[in-house]
């Protein structure tokens, strides 16, 4: 019998492809697995596994109308040579503390465990559906999405990929990450605007019945490689599983014996991987949900009030800059019950108010999570201090989780191990850890200031940002916002 996904927001269930192929129920709402699948693996068994095998173990038990065949296919398609290390997914014992480091792909950040097997998964669900179209992408990024999709789904067969990005709103080094992308089916096209007007733009062309007309014509139909998307948060669970079993492996935890996993969050996809992970069977105590200034998080698991009316702040983990984590729907939905009609409630409220409030009922169900926010300093403090006492050098969005797990430890005393997902290559924001090590020049460029971070750390500046230094520049359109239609008619030849 195939696992079946149902909308967090009404009754409607579909297959895993079906799922990934769609992206978003048609009423807005998120797919969910009708259950969640038992790990049912001996741990010397997994213990044994590398990272692809351990994908296989994870995801057949989630995709199940894959063929053992497709998804190997898939898996082997995506964790390969791209990361620049065979552990794909290497586990840094630090003093007595754990980091899952998650930045070995092509774009140095985690977002590339999952977008590097979306476009295979999704290509795959294509064919099973008999879609004949080739599937397009559209994103509208703030700078870290678009370059990892793009590196997903560059040269692709029966894909292309369309990212807009505000012209003026992205760093210089991740403009220049995405106008040297290269690729035959890639374009990549900033808009005069921020990012708000590059999002509700997508949208608007999503919705476009015209357009899809138009395009179903020729032989194209969009998709979305967007975090709700199961497809990307399915292989998310696999590296806690993962870490898991190396921890056995090395001696390091012993058979049952539980972990702490702390993940820096933003949109609640990573976390809820690890909440799904748990569920599967495997021994995690708390999860430990760690937020910067932008703290919703923090107030919701305090109060058990999700608010976003605040005011957005920018701090030096930009990726967990957000205040509606789109994928805490799933999690409401399960506490509350999986009941589709009290969660829509909920999301009505929060579209309309911006806030809602959950039953006593479902706070008792969150005793699995601990939810903490790092300042600006503490974070830059937790970048220092490791590096002062190990040499080892995290990036601000792990910054982040580590200063939270430092709470952790002083408030509950408790010394279980700790697994703390480790995000990004401190290499992709240079700048901040160079500043708060203490080691910034004001007038280094932030390539300079990468050849000192490696001198310092004693790891070799990885690929990703040497390819960019002397790249050339592929794509140079830029329109204005009003204008993102044309460019997409233009790149499909409509
Ligand atoms: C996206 C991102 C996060 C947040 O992950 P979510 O799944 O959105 O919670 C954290 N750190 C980095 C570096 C990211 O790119």
Known sequence: MDLLYKSTRNDETVTASQAILQGLSADGGLFVPTTIPKLDLDIDQLAGMDYRETAYAVMSRFLTDFTGEELKACISRAYDDKFDTPEIAPLARVDDTYYLELFHGSTIAFKDMALSILPHLMTTAAKKNQVKNEIVILTATS?????????GFADVPGTRILVFYPKDGVSPIQEKQMVTQKGENVSVVGIRGNFDDAQSGVKKIFGDKDLAREMAEKGFQFSSANSINIGRLVPQIVYYVYAYGKLYAKGEISRGEAMHVVVPT??????????YAKQMGLPIERLICASNDNKVLYDFFQSGRYDRNREFLLTSSPSMDILISSNLERLIYRIAGEDAYLDASFMRELSEKGAYEITPAMREKLSDFYGNYATEKEAADAIRKLYQSTGYVIDTHTAVASAVYGKFKEETGDGKKAVIASTASPFKFTRSVMEAMGED??????FE???RLSALSGVAVPKAVEEIRSAPVLHDTV???ADMKDAVKRFLQL
Do not use: R
């Open 143 to 151: 700078g870290d999405t678009g370059k990892a999709a793009l590196a």
């Open 266 to 275: 933003g949109n609640f996809g990573n976390i809820l991987a690890a909440y």
């Open 441 to 446: 020049c004001g007038g280094c460029t932030d």
């Open 449 to 451: 200031l990468a050849d």
């Open 479 to 481: 329109v204005d916002a």
